[in-house]
């Protein structure tokens, strides 16, 4: 499938976590948006809340092979030739919340009222047209970018990259995320959040207070 | 993940629900074509068995009696209405301008509105889709009707009019 993946004139989007000032203008933006009016469908993380005031802004990272689709079960989540991975379709979702439990980025959120998933679609509404995405747009640091990578690679230190390694599951994505050059591949071990339970290496259970 | 390479591992299912908008909308010549197959021989198969049923259909020759009216209570060009031969199968009986009584199942044989007496122009109408009927024998006289009325059939005892049976009219 050539297609996927190669849409928007080249232009990819790019998270810089270091650069964001944890101003929520792109929450803002976002919720500006027509087609789900007052709801953001990114948010603004803190990443250790009790030790630094350091901020990123969670867009979805449009994986190659989104695990949100792969565990639907009512086969509501599909990914364009754009490679863009939609919200669910409003018909068929069944608000489960496996996608939600499912994303390895805490990407997905449900809401109650709709009955609906909504998660960041990158604006194909608008991206599609040959504009940015909302938050992009307003993004007054530019920790959110949409833009060609060649320039991105040219005023940049960081290097982007779109792999990411969650314990033994590995995932590629279509968004990038601008990290330190020594790490080409951003490896987050789950198991630095865990804590081994008394049965073994099956037994792993999540220590909730390590979460942050 | 192509769907076009035929060496793909994955189960059918994932494939006919596939998370890739493409390849959920691409449909193979190979199951377009089982799917014509299918449906003509799903036709074809239906088709037989309405042939059949109605090659091996019998004639009902058994019909109950039922006395309906008094033929001195109906003044001509007034109908009675009853039910024949069960007690949902609306008929009409019509003492026609001439006087002579004849009776009809009052279902049109388009859509099964009920058709009504037109003293005036004596004949039997169907108010939906101006489907008209002979008084006399409950033959099609215009309109979208494929077939006539099924007449019942009266003797007059006496007074007594009686239904004595249902004659089912063929096609035109």
């Known amino acids: 499938m050539a297609a996927r993946g190669t849409a928007m004139n080249g232009f990819e989007f790019f998270v810089d976590p270091s650069r964001c000032i944890g101003c929520r203008a792109c929450m803002a933006a976002c919720a500006e948006c027509d087609t789900h009016r007052g709801v953001s469908m990114i948010h603004v993380d803190y990443i250790d809340r009790p030790n630094s005031i350091a901020t990123t802004p969670m867009v979805c990272m449009h994986c190659v092979e989104p695990t949100c689709a792969l565990v639907c079960p009512a086969d509501a989540i599909k990914q364009g030739e754009d490679g863009i991975v939609r919200s669910a379709l409003k018909p068929r979702c069944i608000a489960c919340s496996n996608c939600v439990l499912a994303c390895p980025f805490g990407i997905p959120t449900v809401h109650i009222g709709p009955e609906l998933m909504m998660k960041c679609d990158m604006c194909y509404d608008r991206t599609s047209a040959g504009l940015r995405p909302m938050c992009a747009t307003v993004c007054p640091s530019q920790a959110l970018t949409f833009g060609p990578p060649e320039v991105i690679a040219r005023q940049r230190l960081a290097v982007a990259t779109n792999e990411f390694r969650f314990g033994r599951e590995h995932v590629k994505t279509k968004v990038f995320m601008m990290a330190p050059a020594s790490e080409p591949v951003i490896a987050v071990n789950v198991e630095d959040y865990m804590e081994r339970g008394d049965d073994g290496p099956e037994g792993w259970i999540v220590d909730e207070t390590r979460l942050g | ?172």
Not at chain 2, 1 to 29: H, I, L, N
Not at chain 2, 51 to 73: D, F, G, H, I, Y
Not at chain 2, 113 to 135: I, Q, T
Request: charged share 25%; proline share 8%.
């Open chain 2, 1 to 172: 993940m192509d769907p076009k390479d035929g060496s793909s591992t994955k189960p059918a299912w994932a494939e006919e629900f596939s998370v890739y908008a493409a390849e959920d909308a691409y449909v193979q010549r190979r199951q377009f074509t089982k799917f014509l197959v299918m449906t003509s021989a799903a036709m074809v198969a239906g088709n037989a068995w309405i042939w059949l049923k109605a090659v091996t259909a019998e004639e009902r020759t058994e019909w109950p009696e039922a006395v309906v009216a008094r033929a001195s209570e109906i003044a001509p060009g007034t109908v009675r209405f009853f039910s024949y031969p069960g007690p949902h199968d609306p008929c009409i009986l019509v003492r026609r301008t001439n006087g002579e009584f004849t009776a009809f199942s009052q279902k049109c044989t388009h859509l099964s509105c009920a058709v009504y007496y037109a003293a005036a122009r004596d004949r039997l109408e169907c108010p939906c889709h101006e489907g008209y009927f002979s008084a006399a024998n409950g033959r099609v006289l215009q309109g979208p009707p494929p077939r006539p009325l099924p007449q019942i059939r009266m003797e007059q005892r006496g007074d007594d009019l009686v239904a004595v049976g249902l004659v089912h009219g063929e096609g035109e």
